[in-house]
C-alpha cells in the first residue's frame, strides 16, 4: 500500500489547492491552520469529537445491503453506506462539529456558514444551539425561496439566514457574502466551510472531519460482506461526502472510486454543474481547482435539480484524484438522479437526498454490467426528506 | 524607471500627496471608460486604478460588486480592458495605469499572455487581490522584465513578517487596506492606520498608499498627511450609479477636483 499523505505544507494537491485569498484574511487564516494542526493531532480533541461523533451524531452510520434492488439489477451487489441516519440528516454534521470544537478552542463566539441546499446550515445551526454560540447563514435567495423549510429550520435553532442577492443568488455568492463577513469579523467569527474546497487548510480540515466515513467502511465491508467494494461510489458538488469516504480507500489501489457529479439537462446541454467532467482548471473561492468559467474566466451559473450539487466548482483533491487517474469522474442527469431516487423509495423503503441520487444512478447503471458478486457501495450521504416539495412539483404535485 | 516611480518622485519633489482613483472598467460604459480616465486626469487624479471585473470578486464590497455586475452584463472582458488602456495611452501618455482584478481572469488568458498585452497596452502596475506571494512571483517574474510594477496588498491583520515579506516584493507602491473588511466599508481610524503605515514605512522602499474606505474629503485630507497616496474606489463608483452615463465622467471628474482640492489644502 502506498503511504498517501496529501496536501503539502502550503495546502497544494500538485498543482490545485493553495491560498488564494486577499491579504486581509492572511493573518485570520495562519492561525486557523496553526490551530488545526494543533489539535488535528492532539489525544484530548480527537477523543472529545469521537464522544460527540457517537452520542450526538449517532455514529457509526451502518452499512445496509439493498438485495431487492440489486437483485432487480441482476448484477453486481449495491451496498449503501447510510449517513442518511446521522443526526440532521446527513454527513454534513460530521464536519460541523469538528469545526465547532475547533471554534470554541479558538475562543471564537460567533460562527458564519454559506449554505445551498440548507443541509449545511442547518447542521451549522444546530452545533452552533449545541455550543451556545451566535450562529450566522448566508444563503442565496434563490435557494431561500427552494428550501424555504430548511431555512425555517434553521430559524428554529436560533441562527439568523441572510439572503444574498448578489450574482446568481446561489451557493456561490453565499460563499462570497460570508467571506466577507469573515474579512469584517475576523476577529470573533470561525467560518465554517461546508465543503472540502476553499483556502488551505478548510480542504483538508473538512476532509479529515468526514474521513470518518470511510474508516467506517474499511472496517465494516469486510464484517459485512467478507471484502472490500470493487467500487466506491458518491455524489460530488463541492465533495466533501465523497473525499470522506474516499479518503481511506486512497491506498487501496484495487478499490475502484468514482465521483458523480450533476449533469442536470445533460452535459451537452450547458445545463449542468460537471465541474470535473466539463470545467477546466482555475482560481475561484481560494483555491486552485476545476471550474465551470467561460472563454474570459468569468464563472458561469450552473444547473442542477439537487440544490447540494449546484456549484461551479469542486474541491481540489477531487482536481489531483482525476489529473492522477486514482478517482474517475461522471455526470447523471437530473432524470437519471430522480429515476433512482423514485426505485429506492419503492424497493428498498429509504428516501434518498436529490444529491446521493446521483451516486445511487450510477451504481444503478454499472450493476447490470457487473458480476453478482461484485460490489458496489454508495455513500448514501443525506436523506430525501427536505426534497419532498421539489420532487413533487417535477411529478406536477402540489403539496 | 517605471512610469509609477517617477510620478511618485515629482509628487514628492512638489511635496503633494497621490491621488489615486478606482473604477471598473466598463461601469457605466465601455464607451465611457476612456472620457472618465480623461475626466480623472483633468479633475487632478495623479494615477489611475482600473478594475478588471470579475463574477467572483470576494474582497469588495456590494457597491464594486454592483460595478462588476453592470459590466459583465454587457460582457466586458480582460481584453477589453487591455483594449481601453491602449486608447487611453494615444493621448496620455504620462498617467500611470495600474490594473487590479482577481486570479482568474488572468489565468485564463495566461500569465504569459496578459503581461505581454500589459506591456504593449502601456499598464503600469498589476495587482491581483487573491495571489498569494508565491504565485505572484511567478508573475511578477513576467511583469518586471516589462518595467511593469507589482503591487501588493498589506492589512491592519498583517504581521511583522508579513509585512517585510510583501515589501521585499512590491514595486511601484504598497496599497494598504485602512480597515478590517471589504471595500467600501466606513469605519477607517486615522490614528490607526497613521501608526499602521509607519510601521510599513520603516521596512518598505516603495510609497506607501492608503484606501478601503476613504469616503470623503476630510478622511482623505486627514489621510493624506500619513500617507503618500489617498486610494478612492466605492465612493467613485456610486458617483458612476448615481449618475446618467453620458454624465458619469463630469461627475467623476468633478468629485475627483473635490478630493484633490482637499488633500492640497494643507500643503
Known sequence: ?399 | MSRISATFEKLAQERRKALIPFFTVGDPSLHQCVPTMQAMVAGGADLIELGIPFSDPMADGPTIQRASERALKQGVSLNDVLDAVSRFRQGDVATPVVLMGYANPIERMGREAFAERCAEAGVDGVLVVDYPPDEARALGALLSPRNIDSIFLLSPTSTDERIKEIAAMSTGYIYYVSLRGVTGASNIDVADVARQVARIKSVARVPVGVGFGIRDDATARALSAVADAIVVGSRIVEEIETSSESQAPAAVGALINRFRQAMDADR
Request: charged share 20%; net charge negative.
Open chain 1, 1 to 399: 500500500m502506498k503511504i498517501y499523505d496529501m496536501p503539502d505544507r502550503e495546502g497544494h494537491f500538485g498543482p490545485y489547492g493553495g491560498t488564494f485569498v486577499s491579504e486581509t484574511l492572511i493573518a485570520a487564516i495562519d492561525e486557523l491552520k496553526r490551530q488545526y494542526l494543533r489539535f488535528r493531532d492532539d489525544p484530548e480533541f480527537q477523543a472529545e469529537f469521537a464522544y460527540e461523533l457517537k452520542h450526538y451524531v449517532g455514529r457509526p452510520s451502518p452499512i445496509y445491503h439493498a438485495r431487492r434492488l440489486s437483485e432487480s439489477l441482476g448484477g453486481a451487489q449495491i451496498y449503501l453506506k447510510r449517513e442518511d441516519l446521522n443526526h440532521t440528516g446527513a454527513h454534513k454534521i460530521n464536519n460541523t462539529v469538528g469545526q465547532a470544537m475547533l471554534a470554541r478552542r479558538m475562543g471564537k463566539q460567533r460562527v458564519i456558514a454559506e449554505t445551498g441546499a440548507g443541509q449545511h446550515g442547518v447542521a451549522t445551526a444546530t452545533v452552533a444551539a449545541r455550543y451556545g454560540m451566535e450562529c450566522v447563514v448566508y444563503m442565496g435567495s434563490e435557494d431561500v425561496r427552494r428550501q424555504a423549510q430548511n431555512v425555517y429550520r434553521m430559524k428554529l435553532l436560533g441562527a439568523r439566514v441572510v439572503p444574498v442577492e448578489s450574482g446568481s443568488k446561489t451557493l456561490k455568492d453565499a460563499l462570497n457574502e460570508a467571506m466577507r463577513d469573515w474579512v469584517t469579523h475576523v476577529q470573533d467569527t470561525f467560518y465554517i466551510i461546508g465543503t472540502v474546497a476553499g483556502p488551505h487548510p478548510y480542504p483538508m480540515m473538512v476532509r479529515d472531519f468526514n474521513a470518518v466515513v470511510g474508516r467506517e467502511c474499511l472496517v465494516q465491508m469486510p464484517e459485512m460482506a467478507g471484502r472490500q467494494p470493487d467500487v466506491v461510489l458518491a455524489c460530488v458538488g463541492g465533495g466533501s461526502n465523497a473525499m470522506g469516504i474516499f479518503h481511506s480507500y486512497i491506498p487501496h489501489e484495487s478499490v475502484r472510486l468514482m465521483g458523480v457529479e450533476a449533469g442536470g439537462e445533460g452535459v451537452a446541454s450547458g445545463h449542468h454543474a460537471a465541474s470535473l467532467v466539463a470545467g477546466t482548471p482555475g482560481v475561484l473561492h481560494g483555491n486552485r481547482t476545476y471550474l465551470l468559467q467561460d472563454a474570459n474566466g468569468q464563472i458561469i451559473e450552473t444547473h442542477s435539480i439537487s440544490a447540494g450539487l449546484d456549484y461551479p466548482g469542486v474541491g481540489p483533491e477531487h482536481a489531483w484524484l482525476k489529473d492522477t487517474g486514482r478517482a474517475e469522474y461522471v455526470a447523471i442527469t437530473d432524470d437519471e438522479a430522480l429515476n433512482a431516487f423514485h426505485t429506492l423509495c419503492r424497493m428498498e423503503g429509504i428516501i434518498p437526498a436529490l444529491e446521493s441520487s446521483h451516486a445511487l444512478a450510477q451504481a444503478m447503471k454499472m450493476a447490470p454490467t457487473m458480476k453478482r458478486d461484485q460490489i458496489l457501495l454508495v455513500n448514501l450521504s443525506g436523506r430525501g426528506d427536505k426534497d419532498m416539495a421539489t420532487v413533487a412539483e417535477r411529478s406536477g404535485i402540489r403539496l
